[in-house]
């Protein structure tokens, strides 16, 4: 069994927490991963993305091959289609809904989310404001990972859930329940939209 | 006990030379390279780890170290290799005394980086070992195997990775550290001292080892064959992590052996051997096409090798899973194509960066002559060049941005204005500082000062708090030092002075110093 996973967004909204969180869930199972990030340059308000590969079995490439991802994990909506060719065709996207706008550029956001609605897996939810009207201003990632954490599948939610615990545990116990405060608001908006 | 970590392919190699018994790394920061020292830096306060001031003073500091019979690493991009080239070349040719493993991180497609050149050729021009891990457990492992080659041979040992492997994790399963060498400084003298007659018997020598240094390539644990039954239409040789893209396209599903090359120089009786047992061969290398060329000398011109060269693969950029596929004759099957709605989102200096409002205050005065030219330089700051500001006309290598402006107001360019780095000035700017104000050359310098080397995400800047000494040192009257803090208020007193700098007819130095926004908000919030 194996899961390709992109996350997707702009150079500091914190998709490497996500994938850390992912990560190790996946080093405690016994999963073989493989995760490539983007580090320099790009983390400058640039389009960001890892590449995140677990597997029972052995992995070769740190890159995830064109029509091969299982689930692709945006903090911005335009970012989670910039990688819709890498997209398996039962693949799912969960992305915020939120646009980031700091280019001059930016498409018309109808035009946008009436292709992303198009697709046929497809989860999206303002995660920012979910965080902020409950007080989580600053964990709307794990908002986000809360949302994926049923498409990832071969991890099981709850040991998602034992990692948020151990990753913020190195930091405070507050830090702690606002995660898994954060956590749980995700996986139940997704579960209400579905 | 074998334990299994998580590891970046920088950190693994870094956790492979701490376990070899490492006793110094020397490295200027530069992606994909830094997180290696940084991981020494974080973990082994018993190493040696420092920030150095350039690639060059670093390859010296550690071939110093070897040279007194200790285990010394080397770190840089690739660019760097062009900077500490000098050193790097004769250390093959003084030789080594503690192992010494020169690191070069490349970057194809670069992701971070003015070119893509492939340092496999400094390995072939210095004539050394070259090692390119495919994987991080095998950068783990390789790195151990380097140290003992360098020691065996006596003879820098060049490790390339590339941007993907460098910054990928996976998990890796790690040893027990050895002990450090003892301090054993050399005592022979004629093969240090590249006095003429000692250069050519030491260069001699290096010529005699190359049939050693090809014998363990023919013999490298990491250098291995993958063959199928009978002979195959075609063959790959994969070198590195291209082996990886290889393997991800399941080649043993359609008959095709390969050859995994992860040790050089080319072992060529090996690939002859398995040439035999192919029609033709594709070579998939990441990087310039370094093998796919060599091919022809061992093969023959005849025999028919394909690649990058060729077309088959494309001729620039890193390798993917896709385009090695491509070449292997496997469709993808894609289910969506690119979506619609999509812009390309290029990168920004931060909101609230001191190098913003230089290049507002730059931009302001520069407009008021008909032909004024700003040549810049490498780090945050060459993100200037992109709109809104547009501000600079030049980026080429480290410390370019003072000489180019010399050598532009030499010809007549008028106002010529050099905008430079606090890291980048003390890296390679101050010696062309130096030819500027000797020659009373009319260019003003900037060096936008954010107290830290801030591009790579926060390193220690060698000149920090010295920069007007410096300057003075060199020989700038203190008059034509001038510091400001760059922040919007004080816009007319920036924009002022900039002008009077520019209408003073010589050098002058302009110092916009303001701490790097990134590097405040971290001690902010480490406070907390």
Not at chain 2, 179 to 190: G, M, Y
Not at chain 2, 454 to 468: R, V
Not at chain 2, 480 to 508: A, C, F, L, Q
Request: charged share 20%; glycine share 8%; hydrophobic share 40%.
């Amino acid at each position: 069994m194996k899961k390709d996973i992109i996350l997707a967004g702009v150079g500091g909204q914190g998709i490497l927490t996500i994938a850390t969180i992912i990560a190790d869930a996946a080093t405690a199972a016994g999963l073989k991963l493989k995760q490539a990030e983007v580090h320099g340059m790009s983390q400058r308000g640039g389009d960001v993305q890892s590449n995140l590969r677990l597997s029972t079995g052995d992995i070769y490439s740190d890159l995830i091959k064109k029509g091969d991802a299982d689930l692709i994990i945006s903090m911005e909506p335009m970012e989670a289609l910039r990688y819709l060719p890498y997209l398996a065709g039962d693949g799912w996207i969960v992305t915020s809904s939120h646009t980031f706008r700091n280019i001059p550029d930016y498409p018309e956001e109808d035009a946008l989310f009436q292709e992303l609605g198009a697709l046929p897996h497809v989860a999206t939810l303002p995660i920012e404001d979910v965080a902020k009207d409950n007080g989580l201003p600053k964990s709307a990632n794990v908002v986000l990972l809360g949302m994926a954490a049923k498409y990832i599948e071969i991890l099981s939610v709850d040991q998602l859930r034992q990692s948020v615990v151990r990753i913020f545990g190195a930091k405070s116990e507050k830090m702690v329940e606002a995660n898994l405060k954060a956590f749980e608001l995700g996986l139940a908006a997704v579960n209400s939209l579905s | 006990m074998i334990e299994r970590k998580l590891l970046l392919g920088d950190e693994a190699i870094a956790l492979g030379a701490l376990h070899a018994g490492l006793s110094g790394v020397y490295a200027y920061p530069g992606t994909p390279s830094t997180e290696i020292t940084e991981y020494i830096q974080n973990n082994a306060p018993q190493v040696r780890s420092r920030w150095c001031t350039n690639e060059k003073t670093a390859m010296e500091a550690a071939l110093g170290m070897s040279y007194a019979g200790k285990r010394a690493l080397v770190c840089m991009k690739h660019v760097g290799m062009n900077v500490a080239a000098d050193a790097f070349v004769n250390s093959a040719i003084t030789g080594v005394n503690g192992g010494l493993v020169v690191l070069a991180a490349d970057d194809p497609s670069m992701h971070s980086s003015q070119n893509e050149q492939d340092s496999r050729f400094y390995g072939k021009f210095a004539m050394i070992p070259v090692l390119e891990p495919s994987s991080q457990q095998e950068a783990y492992d390789m790195i151990k195997y380097a140290y003992q080659l360098s020691e065996q041979m006596k003879l820098p040992v060049l490790f390339r990775v590339v941007t993907r492997l460098a910054h990928s994790r996976a998990g890796v399963e790690v040893g027990e550290p050895l002990p450090q060498n003892a301090l054993n400084p050399e005592t022979d003298r004629t093969h240090w001292v590249l006095l003429p007659a000692n250069a050519r018997r030491q260069y001699a020598s290096l010529v005699e080892k190359q049939a050693e240094i090809l014998a363990c390539s023919g013999n490298s644990p990491f250098n291995r064959s993958l063959p199928v039954e009978g002979k195959a239409a075609l063959g790959v040789v994969a070198c590195g992590i291209a082996y990886n893209y290889v393997m991800e396209n399941e080649p043993e599903k359609l008959g095709i052996p390969v050859l995994k090359l992860s040790q050089y120089p080319l072992p060529g009786d090996a690939i002859k051997a398995f040439a035999k047992n192919c029609d033709s061969i594709l070579v998939v290398e990441d990087g310039q096409p370094f093998a796919e060329e060599l091919l022809a000398g061992i093969l023959g011109s005849d025999y028919p090798v394909r690649g990058r060269l060729t077309g088959d693969l494309p001729r620039t950029g890193e390798l993917t899973p896709d385009s090695v596929g491509a070449a292997l004759g496997i469709a993808a099957p894609q289910s969506f194509s690119s979506a619609r709605n999509l812009m390309p989102r290029p990168p920004a200096l931060c909101q609230g960066c001191g190098h913003r409002d230089v290049y507002n205050a730059l931009n302001k005065v520069a407009s008021e002559y008909d032909n004024a030219r700003i040549f810049g330089d490498i780090g945050c700051y060459t993100l200037g060049a992109l709109p809104p500001f547009r501000a600079i006309d030049s980026c080429v290598d480290m410390g370019a941005s003072i000489t180019m402006a010399k050598g532009a107001a030499d010809a007549g360019v008028f106002p010529s204005i050099a905008v430079i780095g606090d890291s980048t000035f003390t890296h390679s700017g101050m010696t062309g500082l130096l030819d500027a104000i000797n020659d009373n050359a009319n260019i003003t310098v900037i060096i936008s000062d954010n107290l830290t080397t801030a591009m790579t995400g926060g390193q220690d800047s060698a000149g920090t708090n010295k920069f007007e000494a410096i300057c003075i040192g060199l020989g700038l009257s203190p008059e034509h030092v001038r510091v400001v803090v760059p922040v919007p208020k004080n816009m007319d007193e920036i924009t002022r002075i900039i002008r009077e700098e520019i209408e003073y007819k010589g050098v002058s130095v302009i110092i916009p110093r303001r701490e790097c926004m990134q590097t405040l908000q971290r001690k902010l919030r480490n406070k907390k």
